[in-house]
DNA sequence: GGGCATATGTTCTGCGCCACAACATTTTCG
DNA sequence: CGAAAATGTTGTGGCGCAGAACATATGCCC
């Protein structure tokens, strides 16, 4: 860290820090002894007690006589977090799905709300309307108010939810925070989808353990996001990267960001479809449906059938390795449904030829195993984010 | 964040925090009064004279009567840093010269040593040595010993001073950090020229504003480093990204890294001597001079010349950019001596054909003011955020 | 089954750090 | 020259955590 110095910090500061420490601890890991609290976070019994007291006091959590045995010694109070005495409202703006979910502290999902629209049709005002009267549908049925809303849109999106442009939602400039916010008067953040489907997958999938780990995605077009020592990363005004239109093939084919040859002109939903042999905008079981098949026959025949899709995706993992040295890359959406050849070429070629790669040693290439469900739980979990360290 | 939740802090941590704090704003902004330092650190007058009377005891600072006229009220006292009761050692490896500098609290530079030799020539161990002997005298001269030591090579590097590859000085495998440490008995830290051009820009140069900004470089490769939010992007195991290494030219020229057609073969140094005419390999003398020439021409006569280069350099600036999403991008070494032409150009590029630049607005592509000197700052500036932290 | 070792909960005390209030000091301005 | 303003200086209080001392619950050994 460097530039203007940080700000000073007063001596409460120190009782908020603890406490998000101890609900995160809670959240992401479940329920645990207050033992077991004291070691991990470093405080003393005394300490651990205070802040337990203060969150059962609030009814955020519950503890109960822990019933495993461990040993000499008394047994240590269970601390179990209350899913409904804290929730958020998840939402996933789809291009053909969104879905609005209630997420109980914890992780428990309380209930969900989706629906189905044909690409493109609809206004976002509608859409927003829909989202709003769901979020509120479900807060009655919970019988409380969230304590945040998180979204997830496909798109280019700043954190205060202002939706610079999402090409396959045919949305342009839609203050998404702004008015999902007035709808719910809830606090509203927002998020690109690949970025929250890494944040998923860093909190509650396969990439727990990873604290530099990359999540790439193809829903129609080609999305990145990128978990570093721990954290989102996000750029200048809260942007986020589009890996997508990284040029990996100059005077390739056009794309709609202006540039030729962009990632998603080679690895996004309609090259896919090319691959497979499938015409361009093929319904997205028909693809799927493709991939699975692909994926029963012999390696060699998938390697065969997408020999060049494998070599731009292998080529684009590359890049993002040696830009970003991360030691875990998550494939999702319609990447997870990949056959294993294809995955393990790429991750082989990665492995050979990114100059990081080499020096990092053992990066990982896998399948999402959250599949559809990772945007939502990032869109959760981003909400949680804020909500914890209140 | 996400992932296992962070340790707890104890209130002691507080005044560690607060006068890493003071310190830092000390050592980047400059001597400032009491009153400056409570109004920008958010602190009390009491606690502002309890910090700084410890460090004025430790004769890291001295108090003086403010001379400045402000208007009513008693007169703030002025708090100076003492260069020379706290400072680092500054080592710049490069690739045809070495200089060690002696960097005081504060920024001043107390002394320098430095010398040249033929690119590749002598065993790193000889080059160890002959910088710990520097550092020695340095350190005998000012009477004192340093309180950290930072070193910038250029190549893949770890933070704990491992250099995994450094092909331009022909390395590998070589625990420069362990070397140093034992040599001088002091911390080592050791970073990648290019990152720690970043964070020389960042916190002395062109970059103090910028939250997130990208620094590209062109010594003989190419070298990247990345600030993003204020701090510098490192990837699993402190590795830093390789810029130099994202293939922009697939089926281009073959590079030692195992790829063809990485930015580095199309931007690097022997791509800037073909560009200007120049036999590959050219001293740096004869490049760097042929660049001035050129920037005192017509723009149109840079442009013409350099358009293979410009648009190569373009096209990496877009990936960068896309996927960085920074406010700034500075370029230094080789680069910041392009004429301003072809800067202008590819930052005209990068405006009409970035994605994300397009939803950020108004990135800027400017040539470092730094220079040289960037790496050597950097060095220094990674030694002070240990020690001004300790 | 009784006693001991062990681990944890509970309570109280002490220490460190900061904010705030009250007072002192120094300067500007009318 | 006195009032106002801004800051230094000093003492008090509150908050948060650690540690000690004691209480409680469990396992283990004889």
Redesign the interface.
């Known amino acids: 860290?460097?530039?203007?110095?940080?700000?000073?910090?007063?001596?409460d500061?120190?009782r908020r820090?603890?406490r998000?420490?101890?609900l995160?601890?809670l959240h992401?890991?479940g329920p645990c002894t207050r033992a077991e609290l004291a070691a991990?976070?470093?405080?003393n019994r005394s300490?651990i007690k205070a802040l337990v007291d203060g969150l059962a006091e609030a009814g955020v959590v519950v503890e109960q006589v822990s019933v495993k045995r461990t040993g000499a010694g008394r047994p240590s109070l269970l601390v179990l977090p209350q899913p409904r005495s804290l929730w958020v409202l998840a939402v996933d703006v789809g291009v053909e799905q969104t879905t609005v979910a209630a997420v109980g502290f914890g992780g428990e999902v309380l209930g969900t709300r989706g629906w189905t629209l044909p690409r493109g049709s609809g206004s976002p005002d509608d859409l927003l309307a829909k989202i709003g009267a769901a979020g509120r549908r479900l807060a009655e049925r919970i019988g409380s108010e969230p304590v945040g809303v998180g979204v997830s849109v496909p798109g280019?999106v700043r954190r205060d939810g202002y939706v610079?442009?999402a090409p396959n939602l045919h949305w342009e400039g839609v203050p998404v925070g702004e008015r999902l916010s007035a709808a719910l008067n809830r606090p509203v953040l927002v998020g690109n989808d690949a970025e929250l489907g890494a944040?998923a997958e860093?909190?509650r999938g396969i990439a727990?353990?990873?604290?530099?780990m990359v999540f790439v995605s193809v829903d129609v077009g080609v999305g990145?996001g990128v978990?570093?020592?721990?954290?989102?990363?996000?750029?200048?005004?809260g942007?986020?990267?589009?890996?997508g239109?990284?040029?990996?093939?100059?005077g390739g084919r056009p794309c709609y960001?202006?540039?030729q040859g962009c990632w998603e002109t080679e690895i996004g939903e309609d090259a896919l479809c090319r691959a497979l042999g499938l015409p361009e905008g093929s319904p997205r079981e028909a693809v799927v449906g493709e991939l699975r098949s692909l994926a029963g026959e012999e390696p060699q025949v998938a390697l065969t059938r997408m020999r060049e899709f494998t070599d731009w995706l292998g080529?684009g993992l590359?890049?993002?390795v040696?830009?970003?040295?991360?030691?875990l890359v998550v494939l999702g959406d319609l990447l997870a449904a990949l056959p294993d050849a294809v995955v393990d070429e790429a991750a082989e070629t990665v492995r050979?030829?990114?100059?990081?790669s080499?020096?990092?040693?053992g990066?990982r290439i896998v399948a999402s195993p959250l599949g559809k469900e990772a945007k939502i739980i990032g869109a959760a979990?981003l909400a949680f984010?804020q909500a914890l360290s209140g």
């Open positions: 860290m460097s530039g203007p110095p940080t700000a000073g910090t007063r001596p500061e120190v820090h603890n998000t420490a101890l995160r601890r992401v890991g991990e976070l470093g405080l300490t280019v610079h442009e944040l860093h909190t727990t353990e990873a604290a530099d990145g978990i570093s020592e721990r954290a989102a990363l996000r750029g200048s005004g942007y986020v990267g589009e890996l239109h990284m040029v990996v093939r100059p960001c202006g540039c080529l590359i890049n993002v040696n830009l970003l040295g991360p030691q050979e030829r990114s100059l990081v080499r020096a990092v040693g990066i979990e984010q």
